[in-house]
């Protein structure tokens, strides 16, 4: 018996993929640690806010309570659209909790669903209207979920016991993808597709899988301006030896800088 509820989306490429909701509890748990978060942040502004209050006339007073509201709401909701859009989709309570936001269509959120789901948090929390509609939706989709198209799931990284299983002939290709190929045009959005379809690939029927690898692997052959492959190797050990690749021009990078 699971305790988590499924839910199985459709990717673009017309791929259904299952991933575990996020759950009330690991929710709440984020938005604890969210909170405490913010509250620290909120509170150094309103200490510092209070020693020059008083140094105010009655009419700068009420000019600084205004912008006192709107700087503490910019923090509040630019909190969850900073982090959301550049964590893809998590925030340091949801890093926490292992759980994290994506489009209904199973891709990363991106800026544009962070500041919905960011401006609508309040409504959500305005007498636990969010925490309702989450228990009480198939899916546990608050207001901000609906209305931006995302879900929270469970995040689902392989442990370091449980790395990803690579073809042996990949991490030759991957050399030699290193000299003729330029992987800076591979953007972080790009690898993250391609750790996902290798995660996942499992999972999927084999012939929808056969169908995803080939377009994914076009796909990468069309990023890195290749007009042909360096070597003759199947879909999938083309997008292993990319995934290669790019990881050691990474760890190049990091050594280096």
């Known amino acids: 018996m699971s305790f988590f509820n499924k839910i199985t989306l459709q990717t673009p490429e017309s791929v259904e ?43 700068l007073q009420k000019w600084y309570l205004a912008i006192a509201l709107l700087i503490t709401f910019g923090i509040f909701v630019g909190y969850f659209i900073f982090f959301e859009s550049l964590w893809q989709g998590q925030t340091p309570g949801k890093r926490y909790a292992k759980i994290r936001v994506i489009r209904d269509d199973g891709r990363p959120a991106g800026l544009s669903q962070a500041t919905l789901r960011a401006l609508l948090r309040p409504i959500d929390d305005a007498l636990s209207i969010g925490f309702l509609m989450i228990v009480f939706n198939k899916q546990e989709k608050r207001l901000g979920d609906l209305l931006a198209g995302t879900v929270v799931i469970q995040e689902e990284r392989p442990s370091n016991d449980q790395k990803l299983i690579l073809s042996n002939q990949s991490e030759a290709f991957a050399d030699q993808l290193l000299e003729v190929s330029n992987l800076s045009l591979l953007l972080p959005d790009d690898f993250a597709s391609i750790r996902e379809f290798l995660q996942r690939r499992q999972q999927i029927q084999p012939e929808a899988r056969q169908n995803l690898s080939r377009q994914l692997a076009r796909q990468l052959k069309s990023i890195l301006e290749l007009e042909t492959i360096p070597f003759k190797s199947d879909a999938e050990t083309f997008i292993e030896a990319v995934f290669l690749a790019y990881q050691q021009q990474t760890q190049r990078r990091r050594s280096h800088g």
């Open 17 to 59: 993929l299952e991933f575990t909701l996020a759950g009330i509890g690991n929710r709440a748990q984020a938005l604890m640690v969210d909170y405490i978060l913010l509250g620290g942040a909120i509170a150094v502004v309103i200490f510092t806010g209070s020693m020059l209050f008083a140094q105010f006339t009655p009419r």
